[in-house]
């Protein structure tokens, strides 16, 4: 029998575990602290749980007035009342463990029933591959044993943990990184966000709906750089009308506690003062320490390990997917990776990674949703494509549901029609990107997507009337 080894129990080793187990692999997972590893422990699963709380909130604030929604306290019936509502930030947060630790679990009952073996440590390749084809995996337990594995095969999924500034150490109370949030009892009065990438956005956003005083501070001159820019200039419209102080431009030095306070230091010598601080400066892969260089695995000067479309690495065997790769920071793309790898090791039919049909969200209020081909490669003339963008504004739906920001934007070829990318801003995008992802992966024309039905009112309307005024141009050869 086939033996596989996974070391890392994130979505690109557990996706992994499962298809390899179905295939008749003997297959054994090693993670040191749960399957879902980061994406469903620390990352995803429970920043995505907060921000679901945070878009109640701020539904509520933003369209409760006209919407004709009175909010009644105590006040007296001549006076008029004030709204009153607010955040248990510790039950909220107690909330998130607990949907984490139970995503997990369900994650290692699925693995176990399909036949892989779960171990708890730390795995580190040892040495060259054998005469025989196989690797040699060495797994220390807590207690410091170790266990010698055999592997036909062996994939590496360890994601990747915070990076963190010399001088902005996080001290898990009033400085804290990504993963440290969720201890928190109480919710910050003042809160700087360092970092103005999806992470910090998304944090940002958050935490101003739950009711704190929000400074993201930005390097760059606007937030979500990696954007479209569109998309990115909405947002930080949003964030400045909701009370957010936007710093752009300003890199932050150092950050310390002075008493109950954290001090922010930035480049040009400001310094910027918060209950606590948030650093979302990015992430290390967690390739360190595990034998890789020496196994043959070439790694980038990131620390990332370079694979090609089907997950190998330079070293024969060994395989990799997920934050380890440095190939866009998605749950959707490890798993993709790690079931691919496991299809072409053992000689299933597989198709490489396509990463202009992966579609990603960004979890702000609004939700800024993208597929294949974006504004910079059509700006930077990497494809020549026609583009319509139509503002929610003109959406019926969205003026029931009282939207006012947001935008539907598509991309196609001039001759052919064929759709080759999209971005929508707009509450819940990430539901509404669907149908353009589709017709991005199966190569589906404007024409197409105009002559199918949509609910009326609705704003996936706006999806089929960007594709009537992409077909328009294309017949008139306007754009």
Same mark, same amino acid.
């Given at each position: 029998?086939?033996?596989?080894?996974?070391?890392?129990?994130?979505?690109? $080793?557990?996706?992994?575990?499962?298809?390899?187990?179905?295939? *008749?692999?003997?297959?054994? #997972?090693?993670?040191?602290?749960?399957?879902?590893? @980061?994406?469903?422990?620390?990352?995803?699963?429970?920043?995505?749980?907060?921000?679901?709380?945070? %878009?109640?909130?701020?539904?509520?604030?933003?369209?409760?007035?006209?919407?004709?929604?009175?909010?009644?306290?105590?006040?007296?019936? !001549?006076?008029?009342?004030?709204?009153?509502?607010?955040?248990?930030?510790?039950?909220?947060?107690? /909330?998130?463990?607990?949907?984490?630790?139970?995503?997990?679990?369900?994650?290692?009952?699925?693995?176990?029933?399909?036949?892989?073996?779960?171990?708890?440590?730390? *795995?580190?390749?040892?040495?060259?591959?054998?005469?025989?084809?196989?690797?040699?995996?060495?797994?220390?337990?807590?207690? $410091?044993?170790? %266990?010698?594995?055999?592997?036909?095969?062996?994939?590496?999924?360890? *994601?990747?943990?915070?990076?963190?500034?010399?001088?902005?150490?996080?001290?898990?109370?009033?400085?804290?990184?990504?993963?440290?949030?969720?201890?928190?009892?109480?919710?910050?009065?003042?809160?700087?966000?360092?970092?103005?990438?999806?992470?910090?956005? %998304?944090?940002? *956003?958050?935490?101003?709906?739950?009711?704190?005083?929000?400074?993201?501070?930005?390097?760059?001159?606007?937030?979500?750089?990696?954007?479209?820019?569109?998309?990115?200039?909405?947002?930080?419209?949003?964030? /400045?009308?909701?009370?957010?102080?936007?710093?752009?431009?300003?890199?932050?030095?150092?950050?310390?506690?002075?008493?109950?306070?954290?001090?922010?230091?930035?480049?040009?010598?400001?310094?910027?003062?918060?209950?606590?601080?948030?650093?979302?400066?990015?992430?290390?892969?967690?390739?360190?320490?595990?034998?890789?260089?020496?196994? $043959?695995?070439?790694?980038?000067?990131?620390? !990332?390990?370079?694979?090609?479309?089907?997950?190998?690495?330079?070293?024969?065997?060994?395989?990799?997917?997920?934050?380890?790769?440095?190939?866009?920071?998605?749950?959707?793309?490890?798993?993709?990776?790690?079931?691919? @790898?496991?299809?072409?090791?053992?000689?299933?039919?597989?198709?490489?990674? +396509?990463?202009?049909?992966?579609?990603?969200?960004?979890?702000?209020?609004?939700?800024?949703?993208? #597929?294949?081909?974006?504004?910079?490669?059509?700006?930077?003339?990497?494809?020549?494509?026609?583009?319509?963008?139509?503002?929610?504004?003109?959406?019926?739906?969205?003026?029931?549901?009282?939207?006012?920001?947001?935008?539907?934007?598509?991309?196609? /070829?001039?001759?052919?029609?064929?759709?080759?990318?999209?971005?929508?801003?707009?509450?819940?995008?990430?539901?509404?990107?669907?149908?353009?992802?589709?017709?991005?992966?199966? +190569?589906?024309?404007?024409?197409?997507?105009?002559?199918?039905?949509?609910?009326?009112?609705?704003?996936?309307?706006?999806?089929?009337?960007?594709?009537?005024?992409?077909?328009? /141009?294309?017949?008139?050869?306007?754009?």
């Amino acid at each position: 029998m086939t033996r596989i080894v996974i070391i890392g129990g994130g979505p690109g $080793g557990y996706e992994a575990a499962l298809v390899g187990a179905q295939l *008749g692999a003997e297959v054994t #997972v090693v993670d040191c602290d749960g399957l879902g590893g @980061a994406s469903v422990l620390t990352d995803c699963v429970p920043s995505k749980t907060l921000i679901a709380t945070a %878009e109640v909130m701020t539904t509520f604030d933003s369209s409760y007035e006209e919407l004709g929604i009175i909010v009644a306290d105590d006040t007296p019936h !001549h006076e008029q009342a004030a709204r009153v509502v607010g955040v248990d930030l510790g039950k909220v947060n107690r /909330r998130v463990k607990r949907l984490a630790l139970a995503q997990s679990h369900d994650i290692t009952a699925s693995v176990t029933r399909a036949g892989a073996r779960v171990m708890r440590g730390r *795995g580190r390749l040892d040495g060259l591959q054998a005469a025989d084809g196989s690797r040699q995996v060495v797994v220390t337990a807590a207690d $410091g044993t170790e %266990e010698r594995l055999t592997a036909d095969a062996v994939l590496i999924a360890t *994601g990747g943990h915070p990076r963190e500034i010399p001088d902005a150490q996080p001290d898990g109370e009033r400085i804290l990184n990504w993963t440290q949030v969720y201890d928190l009892d109480e919710l910050p009065e003042e809160l700087i966000v360092v970092g103005s990438g999806v992470t910090g956005a %998304e944090f940002a *956003g958050a935490y101003q709906a739950l009711g704190s005083r929000v400074t993201l501070v930005s390097s760059r001159d606007r937030v979500l750089p990696g954007e479209d820019p569109d998309a990115a200039a909405v947002l930080e419209d949003v964030f /400045r009308r909701r009370g957010m102080n936007v710093m752009a431009r300003s890199r932050a030095q150092s950050a310390k506690r002075v008493g109950d306070r954290v001090e922010v230091t930035l480049a040009d010598g400001r310094v910027i003062t918060g209950s606590h601080c948030l650093m979302a400066v990015g992430a290390i892969p967690n390739t360190a320490n595990m034998g890789l260089e020496e196994a $043959g695995v070439r790694l980038k000067e990131s620390g !990332h390990i370079l694979t090609d479309r089907v997950s190998r690495t330079s070293a024969p065997g060994v395989y990799a997917a997920g934050d380890v790769t440095g190939i866009f920071a998605l749950a959707s793309v490890a798993a993709m990776q790690g079931r691919i @790898a496991m299809y072409h090791f053992l000689g299933d039919a597989v198709a490489p990674l +396509n990463l202009k049909a992966v579609s990603a969200n960004v979890f702000t209020d609004p939700e800024i949703a993208t #597929v294949g081909y974006s504004q910079a490669d059509v700006d930077a003339g990497k494809i020549e494509a026609r583009v319509v963008k139509l503002p929610l504004l003109r959406n019926p739906r969205a003026k029931m549901q009282g939207i006012r920001d947001g935008f539907v934007k598509i991309f196609c /070829r001039p001759g052919t029609g064929i759709v080759v990318g999209g971005c929508v801003v707009a509450p819940r995008a990430s539901e509404l990107i669907h149908p353009i992802s589709i017709a991005v992966d199966n +190569n589906l024309t404007v024409e197409q997507i105009a002559n199918a039905f949509t609910v009326y009112p609705s704003l996936s309307g706006s999806i089929a009337e960007v594709a009537r005024q992409l077909h328009t /141009r294309k017949l008139t050869g306007e754009g």
